[in-house]
T-cell receptor
């Protein structure tokens, strides 16, 4: 069972570069989320989506963009990478008010 | 603003001991509360989900309780094993506007010594 799949697993970016973190789920979940996890800080919500074509900002959206053209995919875009975006990024999905399933994470370093 | 606190931040116990992890939240207007396990360098694995109308959930050696009015949840682990060593996170979903946001605590790092 694939569940939530994130790519890449690791990435090093130079300051000012751009990249897209990919997230796909095969459980037909309407809700999808992007979180970042920093040491000692817990997980913070970046963006979320309640269905195809609908996205909304979370707690820490600055410097990121998302799109949701299909139910399955929810990519996260970093336009101008900054050292403050060094973090582990997690994608998750769920049905409404049910348990959330997480991907394995993308470890991003900006140098 | 909803805040989730987990105490203790770290816990070390000998194998076989029963233990309790604590989670508290400031706003009782939640849809549900979820306990996760995270192994080093890995993603989060859902352990138990308690809906706001429920008092507890059980899965194997794990039992989670929820007291919504007092803003507290506990995760009870019976007969702990070295394989239980991981970071345990609790998260609450807010009630208004649908499940758009899971608010996480910072976790309790559990170490079970053989």
């Amino acid at each position: 069972n694939a569940g939530v799949t994130q790519t890449p697993k690791f990435r090093i970016l130079k300051i000012g570069q751009s990249m897209t973190l990919q997230c796909a789920q095969d459980m037909n979940h309407n809700y999808m989320y992007w979180y970042r996890q920093d040491p000692g800080m817990g997980l913070k919500l970046i963006y979320y989506s309640v269905g195809a074509g609908i996205t909304d900002k979370g707690e820490v959206p600055n410097g990121y963009n998302v799109s949701r053209s299909t139910t399955e995919d929810f990519p996260l875009r970093l336009e101008l990478a900054a050292p403050s975006q060094t973090s582990v990024y997690f994608c998750a999905s769920s049905r409404k008010n049910t348990e959330a399933f997480f991907g394995q994470g993308t470890r991003l370093t900006v140098v | 603003k909803q805040e989730v606190t987990q105490i203790p931040a770290a816990l070390s116990v000998p194998e076989g001991e029963n233990l309790v992890l604590n989670c508290s939240f400031t706003d009782s207007a939640i849809y549900n509360l979820q306990w996760f396990r995270q192994d080093p360098g890995k993603g989060l694995t859902s352990l138990l989900l308690i809906q706001s109308s429920q008092r507890e959930q059980t899965s194997g050696r794990l039992n989670a309780s929820l007291d919504k009015s007092s803003g507290r949840s506990t995760l009870y682990i019976a007969a702990s094993q070295p394989g239980d060593s991981a970071t345990y996170l609790c998260a609450v979903s807010r009630e208004l506007g649908g499940q758009g946001n899971l608010i996480f605590g910072k976790g309790t790092k559990l170490s079970v010594k053989p």
